[in-house]
T-cell receptor
């Protein structure tokens, strides 16, 4: 149980285009989903937290107009990188949580984004 | 606020040797502590977690960790390393049971296993 999927697993896009990454909880309802960014050989950096039906809460320094997050249902959250640039190339990982009582986060397999 | 420090960004051991990955935390409230493993180009897999019950926690793949409040540590160990243990390991802290979901990660330790 507690499986989280991400799609696509990798994507290459041209500079200036937008790309959408999906995060799905396959066998549970996720009241909260998280989006992380991971640069090569570095730790995970939390970008934003989203609750179903609410606006996402972005961490300091993360541009909300560039990284659009939608959490339209209890099993799906999307991250759209708008007007992507090469510096947006990174590994993006989502996680999902059912909330109380454990608040445990279940992580997706990640999406490798390369902007050319 | 909480923080995590993982001493040693790279650890190299021989196959069959003891694995010790260090994690120290800072938390203003009793913490929940986690160890995750990440294989190349994959997400994070939970190895084990401490949630205020037994201080010695056993996880998957033969790993265990001991919570030591006096040392603010939660080091990860495995008696005998396998080649398949080569991966990136992350320690993370959450500020207790009622802090919601927020995890704070350490910088990670890359474990290399030599044949």
């Amino acid at each position: 149980g507690a499986v989280v999927s991400q799609h696509p697993s990798w994507v290459i896009c041209k500079s200036g285009t937008s790309v959408k990454i999906e995060c799905r909880s396959l066998d549970f309802q996720a009241t909260t989903m998280f989006w992380y960014r991971q640069f090569p050989k570095q730790s995970l950096m939390l970008m934003a937290t989203s609750n179903e039906g609410s606006k996402a809460t972005y961490e300091q320094g993360v541009e909300k107009d560039k990284f659009l997050i939608n959490h339209a249902s209890l099993t799906l959250s999307t991250l759209t990188v708008t007007s992507a640039h090469p510096e947006d190339s990174s590994f993006y990982i989502c996680s999902a949580s059912q909330g109380a009582p454990t608040y445990e986060q279940y992580f997706g397999p990640g999406t490798r984004l390369t902007v050319t | 606020a909480q923080s995590v420090t993982q001493l040693g960004s790279h650890v190299s051991v021989s196959e069959g040797a003891l694995v010790l990955l260090r994690c120290n935390y800072s938390s203003s409230v009793p913490p929940y502590l986690f160890w995750y493993v990440q294989y190349p180009n994959q997400g994070l897999q939970l190895l084990l977690k401490y949630t205020s019950a037994a201080t010695l926690v056993k996880g998957i793949n033969g790993f265990e960790a001991e919570f030591k409040k006096s040392e603010t540590s939660f080091h990860l160990t495995k008696p005998s390393a396998h080649m398949s243990d080569a991966a990136e390991y992350f320690c993370a802290v959450r500020a207790g049971a009622n802090a919601g979901n927020m995890l704070t990660f350490g910088g990670g330790t890359r474990l290399m296993v030599k044949p």
